[in-house]
């Protein structure tokens, strides 16, 4: 009796776990499809590997699909491609697709489903530039065995010219040049640029990496924070300076040197920008670090402070007060200020602006683009930059602390230079151009301000940390 108890125990057991399956049909896909396609689901049930074999789905005879797998219960999250994020569904207009959910209680459960799009593949739906193009749709990435879309903006006269041209490389590249495939709107990096060159920028190339889905916060950390992941970043960085950076440098016309390359990116974007900066001092001489998460992992000051400077440098940092809770963006921002400074790093070579009315959004950042873009990139391709360079490091301003007035000795006579003020969150309080070495103050509250100086170019040479104390 109870080797009969055990065997229908047993059986219903395994009558159980053999229930337990999800069947996914693909009713209908777009009817730009490669002939032989193979298509695959990548989820939250299959650690979002978007070109697993086992979650290939079976093509039927009448034009559909079929794939049949076993979850566990709970929220199911996934999306489907042919095989990489470069091919990855989009939404009826060819734009950013947000994961699907499905509720899958156990049991079999069979889900009808069709595919409206591949992202970006919707005529019309692209808002990129025409001089934005993509470099390839699987770059692969050695360091991660993976492989990734990879945008690049080329100047308006890359093709009629045979200029060298810095290069800024960018992280999340589906949410830089095109609508169609950014997921909160874009930043509108060729549209900016395109514009910043019609009245007489120089050009820049950008290159842009689209972010790995899934593995987006593994690869842009190199530390591992309990709850959300990360420990990839080494690597993610080491594939941009050994393998992508070569390739940009024999396939296009760059400047290759580090006085000509800078790195910048948002969010986690922002945090993986300036730990590759400081590693790699080397290789980058300038980092746009919008919205960092420092939170991600504290180990990010330690980092810096360990680092030290070695070269010089520009870092542009911008956090808005209604990032966080009480604007703790801004304030981990003007404390990894403090700390690079703490590093070595000249007050001339470190921007930290806040904005009141700052969000964690693509439209703060498409909005501070130009201005940081224009700082960290000016006048690279000449001298001018050194001799301001100079110039700037023998610029004194005192005293400092200071009241209602301060003087400003200048190593020599510029009639046309004029000065800005900024309070702390980058808020412009004061247009001035001083005498020679005298500036008035009288009317702002006690605080922390910057002095920035601009020739009559509007060129910023550079800035000086003042306190008003009254």
């Given amino acids: 009796m109870r080797q009969i108890i055990l065997a229908t125990f047993i059986w219903i057991a395994f009558g159980i776990t053999a229930l337990a399956q999800v069947t996914f049909n693909i009713t209908s896909v777009p009817a730009n499809t490669p002939e032989g396609a193979v298509l695959y689901a990548a989820g939250n049930f299959n650690g979002w590997e978007e070109g697993n074999p086992d979650y290939a789905f079976s093509e039927v005879a009448d034009g559909t699909y079929t794939l049949t797998f076993e979850p566990d219960p709970g929220t199911l999250m996934f999306k489907f491609t042919r095989g990489s994020w470069a091919t990855v569904e989009g939404n009826a207009d060819g734009g950013f697709l947000p994961n699907r959910t499905l509720e899958y209680d156990g049991g079999q459960l069979e889900v009808d489903l069709a595919i409206a799009s591949w992202e970006g593949d919707s005529p019309g739906s692209s808002t990129a530039a025409d001089n934005v193009s993509v470099v390839a749709e699987d770059f692969y990435m050695p360091q991660l065995d993976r492989n990734r879309r990879i945008w690049v903006y080329l100047p308006p006269d890359y093709t009629t010219s045979t200029t060298d041209y810095p290069v800024l490389y960018m992280h999340d590249g589906q949410n830089l040049f095109d609508a169609a495939t950014a997921a909160f709107g874009e930043w509108e ?62 396939n296009y016309r760059t400047l290759p040197g580090r006085d000509h390359t800078g790195i910048m990116g948002s969010s986690m974007g922002g945090l993986i920008s300036l730990y590759a900066a400081m590693e790699h001092q080397d290789v980058f001489s300038k980092a746009g670090i ?25 870092i542009y940092m911008i956090a808005g007060a209604q990032e966080g809770a009480n604007g703790q963006q801004v304030a981990d921002m003007l404390a990894m200020e403090q700390v690079l400074l703490d590093a070595g790093f000249e007050e001339s070579e470190v921007i930290a602006a806040g904005h009141p009315d700052g969000t964690h959004s693509e439209w703060y950042w498409k909005r501070e683009f130009p201005a ?14 050194e001799e301001a360079s100079g110039f700037m490091k023998r610029v ?75």
């Fill in 396 to 470: 004194e301003v005192f005293p400092n602390p200071g009241g209602d007035t301060v003087y400003i000795v200048l190593p020599e006579e510029k009639p046309d230079l004029k000065c800005r003020v900024f309070t702390a969150e980058g808020k412009l309080v004061r247009l001035i151009q001083p005498d020679g070495r005298r500036m008035s103050l009288a009317g702002l509250p006690p605080a922390a301000y910057l002095i920035g100086f601009y020739l009559k170019s509007g060129q910023c040479i550079g800035m000086k940390r003042l306190m008003v104390q009254k």
């Fill in 189 to 250: 990096v060729d549209e900016s640029l395109n514009a910043l060159f019609q009245n007489g920028d120089d050009g820049v190339i950008v290159v842009g990496i689209d972010n790995g889905g899934a593995a987006r916060l593994d690869e842009y950390s190199p530390w591992v924070n309990p709850s959300y992941g990360g420990g990839e970043g080494d690597a993610y960085v080491d594939f941009i300076v050994e393998t992508l950076k070569p390739y940009i440098d024999d």
């Fill in 290 to 314: 919008f919205s960092a998460s420092f939170w991600f992992a504290e180990a990010c000051y330690d980092h810096v402070s360990s680092q030290g400077k070695q070269e010089d440098m520009r």
């Fill in 372 to 385: 940081a873009y224009e700082w960290l990139f000016a006048n690279v391709n000449t001298e001018v930059q």
